[in-house]
């Protein structure tokens, strides 16, 4: 009986201590979730002026216009200019001129609904910015932002991502000089590599802001690399005594003693509770008035996009077992697996076969990115879940799978040469 109570008590420390070490990692990634919403903006430098211009494309009735937003500051003390007047001039691809509108200010902002020839022309058009105040009169070229180019200087993004770079490399290298390279192979690390570029790269590449602000599959593609592709290679690169080496041994000693983060590494690593969050997460955020509010406010974006990591790792510490702890029976593990499945395939089915576009945060984007509809978008983001899906988890069912069924069938052969040689 004593020994039994032994065995439990360390398989539960074992398993606390894996669930916060993961969770190092996990929160590290949550925490540098940002996203970013809001209008694009663009700093244009005209002499001593700082011209800070939001430029889109609208419908004003059947035509096209582009919504030009901007202030003006001065550039050496940052100082608002006052009384400034404002023009743009606009011209074609091949240099003829357009027009050329004054651009009222109210207030120090300058708004002018200026006519294009459609949504998507609005980016080959050029600009001249003019403007007359105190400080005199300069000019500049406006060029609206390249999509394609954007990519984002985060620095809590990065900081995090050194930060699990270092957790990593610490129990990579420890295990290294104790010569256990088996746990430690440069296999694992180009998995570490390659989940970690998975969870930072989609918050600081394009994709970023194409997702959040021109197409809904995008922003899937987005969800599932940081929620759910990202979390499971982490994972599956620590497995083992790797997992235990990456936090500092004073650490691990404390957290595996510390009776409330058994409780609560047990309790989370319950399936109900692991698939439950799974649901919230997924589930919740895309209804489409909570998607929506997401996608217009930055801090319910940030905890958007960190309720999907945690979900992931969550889930993935079911399946993968990164302790070795033989909490779930491969069974019970592939029926973890299935319920997320299902739950996804749900959600997916719902954005394929839906008749209409569900979120008017994308449907009423002007500018068409790829000429995709809104409804033809929303369909391509539940092909991307359902693939994405697919792709891990019909992976690792194959992985739990075909083992089981080579060690049956060798059983079987085992059985019938006995039954011969009888």
Known sequence: MHAISVHRSARSSRLAVAVCAAFALGAIAASGASAHTGEPRSVVKAGPYRIVISAGPVAVGRRSALAFRSTISERAGGADVAG???????????????????VPGYGG???????????????????????????GAFGAEYVPPNLFDEWLFEPVVLAMAGLGSALFLHGFVRLRRRRRADHAS????VLFALGLCFMVGPLVSPLDPIGDHYLLSAHMLQHVLIGDAGPALILLSVRGPLLFFTLPRRLLRILGHTAWVRRVAAWLLRPRVALGVWALAYGGWHIPVLYDYATTHQVVHDFEHASFVVAGFLVWSLLIDPAGSSH???????????????????????????????????????????????????????????????????????????????????????VAGRERLA
């Open 186 to 189: 440069f296999g694992r690390l």
């Open 328 to 414: 779930l029976s491969r069974g019970r593990r592939l029926a973890v697996a299935a319920s997320v499945f299902a739950m996804g395939t749900v959600i997916s089915d719902i954005l394929v076969f839906s008749l209409h576009p569900l979120y008017p945060v994308y449907a009423e984007q002007a500018e068409r990115i790829f000429s995709l509809s809104a409804l033809r978008d929303q369909q391509l983001a539940g092909v991307v879940m359902s693939v994405e899906q697919g792709l891990t988890l019909g992976t690792f069912a194959a992985v739990l799978l075909v083992p089981a069924l080579r060690d049956r069938r060798r059983q079987r052969e085992f």
């Open 109 to 135: 902002i300058y708004f002018l609904n200026v006519p294009i020839p459609s949504a998507d022309s609005w980016r080959s058009l050029g600009y001249r910015i003019e403007v007359d105040g105190p400080l």
């Open 84 to 102: 400034a007047a404002m023009r743009i001039a606009v011209s074609n691809r091949s240099g003829s001129l357009r027009g050329i509108y004054r």
